[in-house]
């Protein structure tokens, strides 16, 4: 994970301290016991680079599960495990795999291309927001808006589909990655031990994670009184090491925030 999940030069304004002073060093030290709480707590990382990670949930009697790391750039796939190790791919439902909800096909009178949002058809009926579209054969898309032969998607298309290419449209889908923010997926009913295989964006921390952790500083830095006499800090070469016990307890505000973001490990084999 990053040494801090938020800029030192933001933290410094925060606090109203100038930069290359004792203050400056002091709170530096903070920031970086802060950042290793925060992941702590949250038992999430934030690396800075793009990583792969693989999670293995037990979902049982679950329709949402939340992935240990996040925000999630792209969801690859989805399996489920059996009991003698082996696994079967979910990630590609096909319309005879939507839990028997009729679904409707449709052309597409336009092609759509990677990072699209919308798409054009030769006619919607059956379609409407809150459903479910398989686009390129392998990409579970939701729908936002139905406006004529116009229909807008989340999230953006991962994959490219030529104009007259078939397409279907269901109410009902196996999985689907409903807030890439939190890394929370919702899931069809009955599903019990999954393997998630997903990508984290390199240095992305969420802003409200990052305001959650500037409030942190600011009340440690407020309540202990920090000042350039202070010594409890390791200075010099050795200011990457920090005293967690210096990172207190989270504000009020800050811990809701935390608490959002805050991963059940136990449910799952990290």
Partial sequence: MPTELVSFTRTLNRLGIEPDTDDAAHALALLRAVSAEVSAKTHRDFPTADTFYEDVIDAKGLDT???????????????????????ETIDTPSRYEWDGVMSWTHPLAAGVTIGDTTLEVSDSTGMAQGDHML?????????????GTTI???PAARFTNAAGAVYHVSGSVSWYLDDAERGKVRLAPGRRLLRFIYRVAGG????DLQEAVLDYVESEWTAQGRSAGLTSYST????????VMLSGNPPPRAARTLARYWRRVRNGVV
Avoid: C, M, Q
């Fill in 236 to 243: 010099g070469d050795d200011s990457e090491n920090y005293d």
């Fill in 135 to 147: 686009i390129a054969d392998d990409e579970v898309v939701r729908i936002t808006n139905v406006a």
């Fill in 152 to 154: 807008t998607f989340a």
């Fill in 65 to 87: 599960v939340i992935l240990k790391h996040a925000p999630v750039a792209d969801l690859l796939s989805v399996n489920r495990v059996y009991t003698d190790g082996t696994n």
């Fill in 204 to 207: 992305t921390v969420p802003l």
